[in-house]
C-alpha cells in the first residue's frame, strides 16, 4: 500500500524568507502524481501545486515550488518570500495513475510564518 | 467555480444517534471521497465513490456507511454514533483520471456526546 510521510509536524519562518517542507512516499508504481494542499484558518483544502511523476521536470507556481527525486520517493515543496497569508497547514498528498482512485494524504505540516 | 458542498459546517449529536452527513458537488465529478481529520493524524479516507451506487472502502471504514444514489450527491452516515466519531469530516470530489485535483468542501464538525 502507498504511504505519504511528512517528518515535520511544525515548521516556521519569518516574513520574506525561504522555506521547505519535506515530504516522502512509499510506492511500488512508476506512474503517479503528487500534490501539495493548504488549509487555512478557514479549513479550506486548495491546491497549491501538482506533479506527474513521469516529469523530470519540478513545478512551479509562482512562490511555490517542488522538488522532486523520483529515485529518493521525496517530494519537498519551497515555498520563498513568505507572506503572512501562507501561514497554514499543509498536506503532501499521493495519487495513482488509474481512474477512480483516492487521493492518499500525510499527517500535514502546520507552517507558521511571523512578521 | 467547482463547488463543493458540505450540509452542515458544525453538528453535534448525542451517542447512539444515526447521523446524515450530505455532500453536494456542481461539477458533474465521477469521483467522490469521505475523509476523516483528525490532530496529528492527516486526512484518513473512510469511503470513496468513482460512480453513481459505487463505492469503496478506504483506510477506516468502520462504524461507517455511504450512499451515492445521484452522481452530484455523496451522503456518509453513521449508523450509531459513538463519542471517538468526533471529528472533522471533509468531502471532496475530483475528475476520473488521476492527474485531477480534488476539491474540498468547507468540513462539517461533527461532535458526538
Known amino acids: 500500500a502507498q504511504t505519504v510521510t511528512q517528518s515535520q509536524p511544525e515548521m516556521s519562518v519569518q516574513e520574506a524568507e525561504t522555506v521547505t517542507l519535506s515530504c516522502t512516499y512509499d510506492t511500488s508504481e512508476s506512474d503517479y502524481y503528487l500534490f501539495w494542499y493548504k488549509q487555512p484558518p478557514s479549513r479550506q483544502m486548495i491546491l497549491v501545486i501538482r506533479q506527474e511523476a513521469y516529469k523530470q521536470q519540478n513545478a512551479t507556481e509562482n512562490r511555490f515550488s517542488v522538488n522532486f527525486q523520483k529515485a529518493a520517493k521525496s517530494f519537498s515543496l519551497k515555498i520563498s518570500d513568505s507572506q503572512l497569508g501562507d501561514a497554514a497547514m499543509y498536506f503532501c498528498a499521493y495519487r495513482r495513475h488509474q481512474a477512480g482512485t483516492a487521493l492518499i494524504f500525510g499527517k500535514g505540516t502546520t507552517l507558521s510564518v511571523s512578521s | 467555480d467547482v463547488k463543493v458542498t458540505q450540509s452542515s459546517r458544525y453538528l453535534v449529536k448525542r451517542t447512539g444517534e444515526k447521523v446524515f452527513l450530505e455532500c453536494v458537488q456542481d461539477?458533474?465529478?465521477?469521483?467522490m471521497f469521505w475523509y476523516r481529520q483528525d490532530p496529528g493524524l492527516g486526512l484518513r479516507l473512510i469511503y470513496f465513490?468513482?460512480?453513481?451506487?459505487?463505492?469503496e472502502k478506504g483506510d477506516i471504514p468502520e462504524g461507517y456507511s455511504v450512499s451515492r444514489e445521484k452522481k452530484e450527491r455523496f451522503s456518509l452516515i453513521l449508523e450509531s454514533a459513538s463519542t471517538n466519531q468526533t471529528s472533522m469530516y471533509l468531502c471532496?470530489?475530483?475528475?476520473?483520471?488521476?492527474?485531477?485535483?480534488?476539491?474540498f468542501g468547507q468540513g462539517t464538525r461533527l461532535t458526538v456526546v
Open positions: 471532496a470530489s475530483s475528475l476520473g483520471g488521476g492527474r485531477t485535483e480534488a476539491f
Open positions: 465513490s468513482y460512480d453513481v451506487k459505487m463505492k
Open positions: 461539477m458533474d465529478h465521477e469521483n
